[in-house]
Protein backbone atom coordinates (compact mmCIF):
# COMPACT_ATOMS: atom_id res chain seq x y z
CA UNK A 1 0.00 0.00 0.00
CA UNK A 2 1.11 3.82 -0.49
CA UNK A 3 3.54 4.57 2.01
CA UNK A 4 5.00 1.18 2.81
CA UNK A 5 8.74 1.10 2.36
CA UNK A 6 7.98 -1.70 -0.02
CA UNK A 7 6.41 -0.03 -2.09
CA UNK A 8 7.83 3.28 -2.00
CA UNK A 9 10.79 1.51 -3.01
CA UNK A 10 9.12 0.00 -6.18
CA UNK A 11 7.02 2.94 -7.16
CA UNK A 12 10.47 4.90 -7.46
CA UNK A 13 12.05 2.19 -9.42
CA UNK A 14 9.87 2.29 -11.87
CA UNK A 15 9.68 6.14 -11.89
CA UNK A 16 13.10 5.95 -12.62
CA UNK A 17 12.81 3.29 -15.50
CA UNK A 18 10.04 4.97 -17.06
CA UNK A 19 10.89 8.83 -16.95
CA UNK A 20 12.29 9.49 -20.11
CA UNK A 21 8.66 8.03 -21.57
CA UNK A 22 7.03 9.90 -18.96
CA UNK A 23 8.64 13.04 -20.24
CA UNK A 24 7.83 12.59 -23.66
CA UNK A 25 4.34 11.77 -23.06
CA UNK A 26 1.68 10.08 -25.64
CA UNK A 27 -0.14 11.10 -28.71
CA UNK A 28 -3.97 9.96 -28.87
CA UNK A 29 -6.90 10.07 -31.22
CA UNK A 30 -9.78 11.69 -30.93
CA UNK A 31 -12.55 10.90 -33.32
CA UNK A 32 -14.50 14.30 -32.07
CA UNK A 33 -11.24 16.71 -32.16
CA UNK A 34 -11.08 19.57 -34.85
CA UNK A 35 -7.08 20.09 -34.10
CA UNK A 36 -4.96 19.01 -31.58
CA UNK A 37 -4.95 19.24 -27.99
CA UNK A 38 -2.70 18.76 -25.15
CA UNK A 39 -3.79 17.39 -22.25
CA UNK A 40 -1.59 17.79 -18.46
CA UNK A 41 -2.65 15.27 -15.95
CA UNK A 42 -2.02 16.41 -11.99
CA UNK A 43 -2.89 14.81 -8.37
CA UNK A 44 -4.67 16.00 -6.21
CA UNK A 45 -4.94 15.00 -2.32
CA UNK A 46 -6.81 17.04 0.60
CA UNK A 47 -5.12 16.25 3.80
CA UNK A 48 -6.32 17.58 7.45
CA UNK A 49 -3.88 18.41 10.00
CA UNK A 50 -3.37 15.27 11.34
CA UNK A 51 -1.72 14.34 7.75
CA UNK A 52 -4.71 11.84 6.95
CA UNK A 53 -5.72 11.51 3.38
CA UNK A 54 -9.55 13.44 3.31
CA UNK A 55 -10.08 13.24 -0.59
CA UNK A 56 -8.04 12.40 -3.70
CA UNK A 57 -8.31 12.93 -7.11
CA UNK A 58 -7.25 13.23 -10.78
CA UNK A 59 -7.11 16.80 -13.08
CA UNK A 60 -7.10 16.68 -16.90
CA UNK A 61 -6.48 20.51 -17.75
CA UNK A 62 -7.11 20.64 -21.76
CA UNK A 63 -4.63 23.55 -23.27
CA UNK A 64 -5.59 24.72 -26.91
CA UNK A 65 -3.79 26.55 -29.28
CA UNK A 66 -6.23 29.31 -28.77
CA UNK A 67 -5.21 29.92 -25.49
CA UNK A 68 -8.21 28.29 -24.09
CA UNK A 69 -8.16 26.19 -21.30
CA UNK A 70 -10.81 23.97 -20.03
CA UNK A 71 -10.80 21.35 -16.74
CA UNK A 72 -11.71 17.40 -17.91
CA UNK A 73 -12.92 14.73 -16.46
CA UNK A 74 -9.89 11.27 -15.91
CA UNK A 75 -12.73 8.94 -17.15
CA UNK A 76 -12.41 11.25 -21.10
CA UNK A 77 -8.99 9.08 -21.22
CA UNK A 78 -11.29 6.20 -21.83
CA UNK A 79 -12.70 7.91 -25.41
CA UNK A 80 -9.06 8.15 -26.91
CA UNK A 81 -7.16 6.13 -28.82
CA UNK A 82 -3.70 5.46 -28.95
CA UNK A 83 -2.18 6.93 -32.10
CA UNK A 84 0.53 4.74 -34.01
CA UNK A 85 4.32 3.92 -33.04
CA UNK A 86 6.13 7.12 -34.93
CA UNK A 87 3.35 9.53 -34.92
CA UNK A 88 4.81 12.75 -34.54
CA UNK A 89 3.60 14.80 -31.85
CA UNK A 90 1.52 18.37 -32.59
CA UNK A 91 3.22 21.61 -32.26
CA UNK A 92 2.34 23.09 -28.84
CA UNK A 93 4.32 26.28 -29.31
CA UNK A 94 0.74 28.26 -29.43
CA UNK A 95 -0.28 26.48 -26.34
CA UNK A 96 -0.36 27.92 -22.94
CA UNK A 97 2.81 27.32 -20.75
CA UNK A 98 3.04 25.42 -17.56
CA UNK A 99 2.18 28.43 -14.92
CA UNK A 100 -0.95 29.41 -16.90
CA UNK A 101 -2.22 25.83 -16.43
CA UNK A 102 -1.71 25.25 -13.15
CA UNK A 103 -3.25 29.12 -13.00
CA UNK A 104 -6.47 27.46 -14.44
CA UNK A 105 -6.30 24.44 -12.59
CA UNK A 106 -6.31 26.54 -9.11
CA UNK A 107 -9.26 28.58 -10.15
CA UNK A 108 -11.03 26.65 -12.11
CA UNK A 109 -10.49 22.83 -10.23
CA UNK A 110 -8.47 22.77 -7.12
CA UNK A 111 -10.35 26.32 -5.13
CA UNK A 112 -14.24 24.05 -5.82
CA UNK A 113 -12.24 21.34 -5.16
CA UNK A 114 -11.39 22.44 -1.96
CA UNK A 115 -14.61 23.86 -0.71
CA UNK A 116 -16.38 21.14 -1.20
CA UNK A 117 -14.41 18.99 0.85
CA UNK A 118 -14.00 21.51 2.93
CA UNK A 119 -17.51 22.02 3.51
CA UNK A 120 -17.57 17.97 4.10
CA UNK A 121 -14.84 17.88 6.14
CA UNK A 122 -16.16 20.29 8.64
CA UNK A 123 -19.96 18.82 8.70
CA UNK A 124 -18.23 15.39 9.72
CA UNK A 125 -15.65 16.87 12.05
CA UNK A 126 -18.11 18.65 13.78
CA UNK A 127 -20.65 15.45 14.10
CA UNK A 128 -17.68 13.97 15.97
CA UNK A 129 -17.46 16.62 18.16
CA UNK A 130 -20.63 16.50 18.86
CA UNK A 131 -20.87 12.40 19.55
CA UNK A 132 -17.59 12.97 21.43
CA UNK A 133 -19.09 15.37 23.79
CA UNK A 134 -21.99 13.08 24.38
CA UNK A 135 -20.48 9.62 24.63
CA UNK A 136 -17.70 10.49 26.22
CA UNK A 137 -19.56 13.06 28.94
CA UNK A 138 -21.55 10.09 29.99
CA UNK A 139 -19.57 7.62 30.35
CA UNK A 140 -16.94 10.28 32.22
CA UNK A 141 -20.45 11.21 34.51
CA UNK A 142 -20.71 7.47 35.19
CA UNK A 143 -17.39 7.24 36.40
CA UNK A 144 -17.63 9.75 38.55
CA UNK A 145 -20.89 8.40 40.53
CA UNK A 146 -19.18 5.47 40.51
CA UNK A 147 -16.12 6.86 41.92
CA UNK A 148 -18.37 8.97 44.77
CA UNK A 149 -20.32 6.24 45.71
CA UNK A 150 -16.83 4.27 46.80
CA UNK A 151 -15.97 6.72 48.13
CA UNK A 152 -18.64 7.68 50.48
CA UNK A 153 -18.81 4.11 51.66
CA UNK A 154 -14.77 4.56 52.65
CA UNK A 155 -15.87 7.92 54.38
CA UNK A 156 -18.56 6.11 56.51
CA UNK A 157 -16.37 3.74 57.18
CA UNK A 158 -18.20 0.55 55.98
CA UNK A 159 -16.06 -2.44 56.03
CA UNK A 160 -15.85 -3.87 52.07
CA UNK A 161 -12.65 -6.15 51.25
CA UNK A 162 -11.45 -4.60 48.24
CA UNK A 163 -12.30 -1.58 48.52
CA UNK A 164 -9.44 0.62 48.32
CA UNK A 165 -8.32 -1.29 45.32
CA UNK A 166 -11.26 -0.55 43.66
CA UNK A 167 -11.30 2.85 44.31
CA UNK A 168 -8.17 2.91 42.65
CA UNK A 169 -9.25 0.80 39.66
CA UNK A 170 -12.38 3.68 39.70
CA UNK A 171 -9.85 6.50 39.97
CA UNK A 172 -7.70 5.23 37.18
CA UNK A 173 -10.48 4.34 34.91
CA UNK A 174 -11.49 8.25 35.25
CA UNK A 175 -8.16 9.33 34.17
CA UNK A 176 -8.10 7.45 31.31
CA UNK A 177 -11.38 9.01 30.28
CA UNK A 178 -10.46 12.03 30.39
CA UNK A 179 -7.23 11.76 29.00
CA UNK A 180 -9.16 10.42 26.09
CA UNK A 181 -11.43 13.12 25.43
CA UNK A 182 -9.01 15.23 25.93
CA UNK A 183 -7.13 14.09 23.40
CA UNK A 184 -9.75 13.62 20.97
CA UNK A 185 -10.71 17.02 21.31
CA UNK A 186 -6.82 18.11 20.27
CA UNK A 187 -7.02 15.65 17.32
CA UNK A 188 -10.12 17.75 16.15
CA UNK A 189 -8.52 20.91 16.75
CA UNK A 190 -5.70 20.34 14.49
CA UNK A 191 -6.67 22.45 11.75
CA UNK A 192 -3.61 24.94 11.21
CA UNK A 193 -1.03 22.55 11.41
CA UNK A 194 0.38 21.40 8.36
CA UNK A 195 2.44 18.07 8.18
CA UNK A 196 4.22 15.90 5.44
CA UNK A 197 5.00 12.43 5.79
CA UNK A 198 8.69 11.13 6.03
CA UNK A 199 7.58 9.47 2.29
CA UNK A 200 5.84 13.04 1.05
CA UNK A 201 9.36 14.83 2.39
CA UNK A 202 11.62 12.86 0.45
CA UNK A 203 9.31 12.88 -2.55
CA UNK A 204 9.26 16.97 -2.02
CA UNK A 205 13.03 17.10 -1.84
CA UNK A 206 13.75 14.65 -5.18
CA UNK A 207 11.55 16.62 -7.20
CA UNK A 208 12.20 20.37 -5.66
CA UNK A 209 11.13 22.62 -8.14
CA UNK A 210 8.50 20.15 -9.94
CA UNK A 211 6.50 19.76 -6.05
CA UNK A 212 3.87 21.81 -5.07
CA UNK A 213 2.15 22.56 -1.87
CA UNK A 214 -1.21 23.57 -1.51
CA UNK A 215 -1.96 24.50 1.75
CA UNK A 216 -5.68 25.34 3.07
CA UNK A 217 -6.34 27.13 6.01
CA UNK A 218 -9.63 28.16 8.19
CA UNK A 219 -11.21 24.85 6.00
CA UNK A 220 -14.41 24.52 9.09
CA UNK A 221 -14.75 28.54 8.24
CA UNK A 222 -13.76 30.27 5.19
CA UNK A 223 -10.89 28.02 3.19
CA UNK A 224 -8.25 29.91 2.53
CA UNK A 225 -5.50 28.52 0.03
CA UNK A 226 -1.84 28.51 -0.54
CA UNK A 227 0.76 27.83 -2.39
CA UNK A 228 4.30 27.18 -1.84
CA UNK A 229 6.77 26.08 -5.04
CA UNK A 230 9.19 23.64 -3.85
CA UNK A 231 8.16 23.30 -0.17
CA UNK A 232 11.49 21.36 0.71
CA UNK A 233 13.31 24.66 0.67
CA UNK A 234 11.55 25.34 3.89
CA UNK A 235 12.15 25.15 7.53
CA UNK A 236 10.23 21.86 8.43
CA UNK A 237 11.64 20.10 12.13
CA UNK A 238 11.11 16.10 12.05
CA UNK A 239 9.24 14.81 15.02
CA UNK A 240 8.00 11.93 16.26
CA UNK A 241 11.03 10.09 15.31
CA UNK A 242 11.01 11.52 11.92
CA UNK A 243 7.48 10.19 11.03
CA UNK A 244 6.50 13.93 10.22
CA UNK A 245 7.69 17.11 9.62
CA UNK A 246 6.64 20.13 11.21
CA UNK A 247 6.18 23.43 9.88
CA UNK A 248 4.84 26.57 11.43
CA UNK A 249 1.82 28.34 9.81
CA UNK A 250 3.54 31.72 8.92
CA UNK A 251 6.08 30.12 6.61
CA UNK A 252 3.82 29.21 4.62
CA UNK A 253 1.91 32.68 4.44
CA UNK A 254 5.91 34.13 3.80
CA UNK A 255 6.52 31.88 1.15
CA UNK A 256 3.81 32.26 -0.84
CA UNK A 257 4.84 35.43 -2.47
CA UNK A 258 8.58 34.42 -3.55
Not at 62 to 75: K, V, Y
Not at 93 to 119: C, Y
Given at each position: ?205 RLKTDYWLYVVFNCGTKPE ?7 ARLGWQPVVQVAHYHLESD ?8
Amino acid sequence: MPGHPLFEAVRDDVAERVRDDLKRGAVFYDLQAKAPVRFDVFGASVKDGRGNTVSRRLFIVQAEASGALTIRQPTYLAELAFAPVGTPVPNDSLMPDRSGVEQALVEKALNPFLEEIATQRAREVETIALHLEISLGELIHRANMSLAELANRRIEGENIPGLEGNIAQAEAHLDELNNRLEGRRAELAMERQIALSDNEYKTAERLKTDYWLYVVFNCGTKPELHLVHDPARLGWQPVVQVAHYHLESDAILNAEAQ
